[in-house]
């Protein structure tokens, strides 16, 4: 397994590096663009989220209705009024933790999908590079009077697909780069781009049960709802005396009974989402290996295609299968390692835990 982490890691390093035609890391770096790390551009979507800073304002103004509770209950003492006034706070400091993790979800999200999609541009490139090969090729055995015209125009057509894929590629790769940059709350235009990581595949240790027992109690939006069930118990224990009005406490015990069938709906919910994303996590694992080898078999396919074909022993339409298996593999790799370590991501963003795997408690 150690083996296979290092060749993935080394085949998707491979394919960003094989970019030709791209601008140069010297020339990037002269345009003043920065690289950020995942931590780097979560820090910069904490400080720049719109949706974030609502959410601090929310606990302010929690904060400050507290303080107001707290001080009427000197002239008129009213332990109702304290009880939602802290359940208020504490839910709305929960609502905040659940935001800043939503938010680094995202980021996490569109960090990896620009750096996929950069990685497709250059296998893009890289199927130019073989078509213009080919090309040449065909070009060169028209001249000898061993490939026809038709062969050369086949051979163009291809170069010319090729480069339209680059094309296309390269507006997929601005468009992830421009949603990467509105969720850190930046210019869409800016000098902002993630920085290039290793992907690696080693097994992640799981307890399926032990993560889902955890999640189930400790997950934000469990919590939020935990703390409104507190808040309406101790709202019903209170109107439960012979001063209150009837109608007050029956109130009281329907917003109960609502609060506490939404908790077990949440938890059923979030029950379902683990299990998901754990399936999504171990399938995504499981089809890399496939993959890697897929990828051995196309690149060998071509390069005794392309002797073949050199040697007419092959047609141009037979080459270019080969040339679009090799395309075709690579692309199903990186887009499966990039989508074992979203998957992976998900999990422990499902499960409570950060992206280094241990349980987080807010």
Do not use: C
Request: charged share 25%; aromatic share 4%.
């Amino acid at each position: 397994m150690r083996k296979q982490k290092w060749f993935m890691a080394g085949l998707v390093m491979t394919l960003v590096m094989a970019m030709g035609g791209l601008a140069t890391a010297a020339s990037l770096e002269a345009e003043g663009i920065q690289y950020v790390t995942l931590e780097e551009a979560e820090e910069i979507a904490f400080e720049n989220s719109l949706s974030l800073q609502l959410a601090k304002l929310a606990v302010e103004e929690a904060e400050f209705q507290h303080r107001q509770a707290e001080a009427a209950m000197i002239m008129k003492p009213s332990p109702v009024l304290l009880m939602q006034a802290q359940g208020g706070l504490d839910v709305a400091r929960q609502q905040y933790l659940t935001a800043r993790d939503q938010l680094a979800l995202e980021v996490r999200t569109d960090f990896f999908n620009a750096l996929r999609t950069q990685n497709l541009l250059g296998i893009a490139q890289e199927g130019l590079e073989s078509a213009e090969r080919h090309e040449r090729v065909a070009e060169k055995k028209l001249a000898a009077g061993t490939a026809t015209r038709l062969d050369v125009i086949r051979a163009s057509r291809n170069v010319l697909s090729s480069q339209s894929g680059i094309s296309q590629a390269k507006h997929g790769l601005e468009l992830a780069q421009m949603k990467f940059r509105q969720t850190l709350g930046i210019d869409l235009d800016g000098l902002i781009l993630p920085k290039e990581i290793t992907l690696d595949v080693e097994p992640v240790e799981i307890d399926l049960d032990a993560d889902m027992a955890h999640a189930l109690a400790n997950r934000d939006e469990i919590k939020q709802l935990l703390l409104a069930v507190e808040v309406a118990r101790k709202n019903v224990e209170i109107s439960d005396n012979d001063y209150t009005p009837a109608l007050t406490l029956q109130q009281a015990k329907l917003n109960l009974a609502k609060l506490e069938r939404q908790l077990a709906q949440a938890r059923q919910g979030l029950a379902l989402q683990i299990k998901q994303s754990h399936s999504a996590l171990k399938d995504a694992e499981e089809r890399i290996p496939v993959l890697q080898k897929g990828v051995e078999e196309a690149t060998e396919m071509l390069r005794l295609s392309e002797l073949s074909y050199e040697a007419d022993m092959i047609t141009a339409n037979d080459l270019e299968d080969a040339q679009l298996g090799v395309q075709a593999a690579k692309n199903d790799l990186v887009n499966a390692l990039y989508d074992y370590n979203l998957a992976k991501t998900r999990y422990f963003h499902a499960v409570g835990r950060s992206l280094a795997g241990q349980r987080v408690q807010h």
